[in-house]
């Protein structure tokens, strides 16, 4: 019987954590849109860690991008820095990013959709520099209206697990039941 109870804890242990997108940790004043699919890109320096975050689909002029900048050593959101956001492709974009609240940068980028735009950003507080290469931003070409995000692929997973999770305890019982009595 203990072993049935050991396999039962250890399916348990393998379920997804119950974490919800959206949810506003902090002082960030953003949330997120469920079903709505983000592109994050991030890089790490020597004194300054930052992720960029935009919408992979829009339809506005303006693409509103965020830049989280926070201490290496201590992970504090930096509120003193200077950002320069540069998007190279077809053409240059250089953008001054403003604070939004603490560690939370915002520029409006002009993202053409299809276009791939190399994604670099200079963080400056006082003495300390980095120079970071994020990777390439880009918006999608078309909305895929098949694509229903990450709202509908969680039932899929949820039913997976508890299927696994089921056999496990019904294989347990099983041999639980049909084993040999030793004298």
């Given amino acids: 019987m203990r072993a049935t109870r050991w396999w039962v804890l250890m399916a348990c242990m393998s379920l997804p954590a119950l974490a919800h997108e959206g949810a506003a940790h902090g002082d960030t004043a953003t949330a997120s849109v469920p079903g709505e699919a983000w592109h994050v890109l991030s890089a790490t320096g020597e004194v300054f860690e930052v992720v960029l975050k935009h919408p992979e689909y829009s339809e506005a002029a303006k693409t509103p991008v965020r830049l989280w900048v926070a201490d290496v050593e201590t992970n504090a959101p930096v509120s003193s820095a200077h950002l320069e956001l540069t998007l190279t492709g077809s053409t240059v974009q250089t953008l001054a990013p403003k604070l939004e609240s603490p560690g939370v940068y915002v520029a409006d980028a002009e993202l053409l959709p299809g276009a791939e735009l190399a994604a670099v950003v200079t963080v400056t507080r006082g003495n300390d520099l980095d120079v970071l290469a994020l990777g ?4 999608s070409s078309e909305h895929d209206a098949t694509d229903a995000g990450p709202g ?22 099983w041999m639980n039941r049909h084993k040999k009595v030793r004298p």
Avoid: E, N, Q
């Fill in 152 to 173: 509908l692929r969680r039932p899929l997973g949820w039913s997976a697990t508890g299927g696994i999770v089921l056999l496990l305890v019904a294989g347990a019982w």
């Fill in 136 to 139: 390439t931003v880009h918006l």
